[in-house]
């Protein structure tokens, strides 16, 4: 029933995880993480979706994924480097990408 937008739920070891495919990470992280809407995820805005996890060192975690996504190091993760922050994702966010 319903129609299929490539985000499904799974537990994988104990943890709820959000399984989703690019795509759809790729609109979560602009939708749900991009407080302001610029289509940069910035420490701040990856940290405060850490903390909601409810992980600590959500400031440290944060700078660390924004340090191995920013490809171009502006400091921020612009729409061309989303895909670059998967694996942080997959990590600290419970979201589990699929293809």
């Known amino acids: 029933m319903g129609f299929d937008m490539g985000i499904h739920n799974r537990v994988d070891k104990g943890n709820a995880k959000v399984a989703m495919t690019m795509k759809a990470f790729q ?19 990856l940290a405060e979706a850490v903390r909601r996890r409810g992980e600590w060192f959500a400031g440290l975690k944060a700078w660390k994924g924004i340090r191995s996504a920013d490809s171009n190091r502006n400091g921020v993760v612009d729409d061309i480097e989303i895909t670059n922050l998967a694996e942080f994702a997959q990590k600290h966010l419970g979201i589990m990408i699929i293809s």
């Open 27 to 45: 609109e979560w992280v602009l939708r749900d993480l991009d407080a302001d809407q610029d289509g940069k995820i910035t420490k701040a805005e």
